[in-house]
């Protein structure tokens, strides 16, 4: 007999960076940062060059998916970031998650394609600020000014690889896997501190596509944190 499918309420997941709690107001702070709790991750792999694949995705989530490199397109579904010529990650809100999963492999039976979900095993860092860029500089090789807004790019910091998505031109936003979280969130708040870090919620430090992903989940945890 199968095993029933178990699930876990929003509010009761524990994000992997939890234990930060925002700090108190400081008149000198150059950065913001915000986790961003919670969202669901889905890997689509596929061939761009296989139509069958590229319109069954598009009727789930609402549109093509991006074939440009770096490319980050809100959608019906949520947010698609382009990870390779046969990859892409779909950001969603978690209560759509199992929604989403469904109806993909649904619509792509058939076809050569994999669909996964990886909700579990990503975060995601949003840094805001007048020296956003100048701190992923230090941070990492790759040049994020040339980074137009709508766009993303997967590159490493240190010994630790992530996507960083520049959604606006306030800050970007850091998804990376959980496993990484303690050791990426250490980096940059070592480098950050010339330039004055605070920590904040979600209100505070928004990422103009990903935020509105959050919804209910966020205020719930927002409720459950002590005062």
């Not at 980074?147 to 630790?160: D, E, N, P, R, Y």
């Amino acid at each position: 007999m199968p095993k029933p499918a178990y699930t876990v309420a929003a509010d009761a997941l524990r994000s992997p960076l939890c234990q930060l709690q925002p700090t108190a107001g400081r008149g000198d702070a150059g950065l913001l940062a915000a986790e961003l709790p919670h969202l669901g991750y889905l890997v689509l792999r596929g061939r761009a060059d296989d139509v069958a694949f590229m319109s069954a995705v598009a009727g789930v989530i609402g549109a093509p998916l991006p074939t440009k490199p770096r490319t980050a397109l809100r959608c019906a579904a949520g947010v698609v970031l382009w990870q390779s010529p046969d990859e892409w990650w779909l950001l969603c809100a978690r209560s759509q998650r199992d929604r989403l999963v469904a109806a993909l492999e649904a619509a792509l039976r058939g076809c050569f394609a994999q669909v996964a979900d990886n909700s579990g095993g990503f975060t995601a860092l949003r840094i805001s600020g007048k020296q956003h860029l100048r701190l992923m500089h230090h941070l990492s090789p790759y040049d994020f000014e040339s980074l137009a807004v709508g766009q993303c790019v997967s590159t490493v910091m240190s010994k630790a690889g992530f996507t960083l998505l520049r959604s606006d031109a306030q800050g970007v936003t850091l998804v990376f896997r959980r496993s990484f979280a303690d050791y990426i969130w250490r980096l940059v708040e070592r480098t950050a501190r010339p330039y004055g870090l605070q920590l904040t919620d979600t209100r505070a430090c928004t990422d103009a596509l990903l935020t509105p992903l959050l919804g209910g989940a966020e205020a719930q945890r927002r409720q459950l944190q002590p005062a």
